[in-house]
């Protein structure tokens, strides 16, 4: 199941979906997040065992999927879901409230969106901007490039929709789990560490080009921030900004309009980047933390591959480490750091990530409300307490006991 088949998946019809293969994070699954299609993914062996006719339980808060269930099991299924529906409409009253904490602090709380198309679902749940624009979906499920034209008609219409909130646009990010076979790249051994994103715009400039042109064309219609994504190094960095400075000087000279102060920020999503977040905090003017990559990269556990899926650790101190390494270079920079990777959204992380100092934190449109929810009981200096003791245990699994523990989660 490709990413680009969720996006155009029918909820009247589709009413859930089970996989054999991939991981929590793959654009499958994050694409059936904010479609909230429920999904269970890397099962392993539900297409062998399920046949036409059989009734399936796909329930995707605990990632079961359940074939032909007993009428007991089915009736405690459909409390299951009466309870939640019960609970969304509780999250629904939060949608037009700030995000607060218990001591007054606020913390922004944005979306992530693949397609204009997304961003009622965001605004419907009470997204405070646009964390992450994957524009790569713009690009996907066609036979050629998108026209600069198609692309400033799909930036304008998001910036305007989004009426003034921030919108952080991240440019291509191709390569991975999602392909242009248009571009009819040579196959690579290991995609996920190949020739992609900000790799393939540095060479394919042309293309990189009209992306820029469009996104500053689109930028006097709200309120735009740009950034890169899979960025390794500083020069890559620089090479990237200034060739967005050239086509933004060639725009001005042509008598086209552009927004002035732009922010322009990266994805913190290599661990090299990371670790030299002092150095990148200095040139940038914010950071998002794309933890899905950065997670697989740091564990070398490819987020696709349910087999090493245990390696896959969100919690774990190393990667809770460099998440705290890369919010305190930025602060003393005086920058902002987001967080789009799906973990931001996470009610386990959500406490520890308060406690690191993250500013921002960009999640799939419909758990911005349970997120706001929990927010609005956590203090922020009660949170800041507990840095140095999580960042100082072992495993995954003692993060997560503790963080279970002193917050009462279940
Ligand atoms: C990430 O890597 O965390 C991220 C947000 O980008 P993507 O999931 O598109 O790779
Ligand atoms: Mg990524």
Redesign the pocket.
């Known amino acids: 199941l490709p990413p680009s088949d969720p996006a155009q998946l029918n909820r009247q019809y589709v009413k859930g979906f089970a996989t054999d293969i991939g991981g929590r994070?793959s654009?499958s699954a994050?694409m059936a997040r904010s479609l909230e299609i429920p999904a269970v993914v890397g099962t392993k062996t539900v297409t062998a065992e399920v046949k036409n006719g059989d009734i399936v339980i796909v329930d995707g808060l605990d990632g079961q999927v359940i074939i032909n269930p007993s009428p007991e099991l089915l009736a405690q299924y459909e409390q299951k879901r009466a309870r939640y529906e019960a609970q969304k409409a509780e999250w629904a009253k939060l949608v037009h409230e700030a995000t607060v904490t218990a001591d007054g602090i606020h913390v922004e709380l944005a979306a992530?969106i693949g397609t204009p198309d997304d961003v009622k679902g965001a605004l419907a749940n009470g997204a405070e901007g646009i964390g992450?624009y994957?524009t790569?979906f713009l690009y996907m499920g066609r036979s050629e490039l998108p026209t600069e034209d198609e692309q400033f008609v799909a930036y304008k219409t998001v910036l305007e929709q989004m009426n003034g909130k921030p919108v952080v646009v991240?440019t291509l990010?191709i390569g991975?789990d999602?392909e242009l076979p248009y571009l009819q790249l040579p196959k690579e051994m290991n995609p996920f560490l190949g020739f992609r994103a900000i790799r393939l715009c540095l060479e394919m400039q042309d293309m990189f080009r009209t992306q820029l042109r469009a996104l500053l064309r689109a930028s006097v219609y709200g309120n735009l921030k740009i950034m890169f994504?899979m960025i390794a190094t500083l020069d890559e960095f620089r090479q990237a900004k200034a060739i967005l400075l050239e086509e933004k000087e060639a725009l001005l000279r042509q008598g086209v309009a552009v927004a002035d102060g732009i922010e322009v920020g990266m994805?913190v999503?290599i661990p090299a980047a990371a670790v030299m977040a002092d150095q990148f905090a200095k040139e940038v003017d914010f950071f998002?933390?794309?933890?899905?990559?950065?997670i697989q990269y740091t564990m070398a556990a490819d987020r696709m591959n349910e087999r090493v899926a245990y390696l896959y650790q969100p919690y774990n101190p190393a990667i809770l480490r460099l998440i705290s390494h890369v919010i305190d270079a930025a602060h003393r920079e005086g920058k902002w750091v987001g967080m789009?990777?799906?973990m931001a959204g996470d009610p386990i992380a959500i406490p520890i990530l308060l406690a690191l100092g993250l500013d921002e934190f960009s999640m799939s449109a419909t758990s911005i409300l349970p997120a706001r929810a929990q927010l609005k009981q956590l203090a922020k200096e009660e949170a800041a307490r507990i840095k140095e003791t999580v960042l100082s245990l072992g495993t995954a699994e003692e993060v997560v006991s503790f963080v279970k523990r002193t917050f009462s989660l279940a």
């Open positions: 994070t654009h994050i992530n992450l994957r790569e991240r990010d991975g999602k994504p994805m999503e998002s933390i794309g933890t899905n990559d950065l789009c990777g799906e």
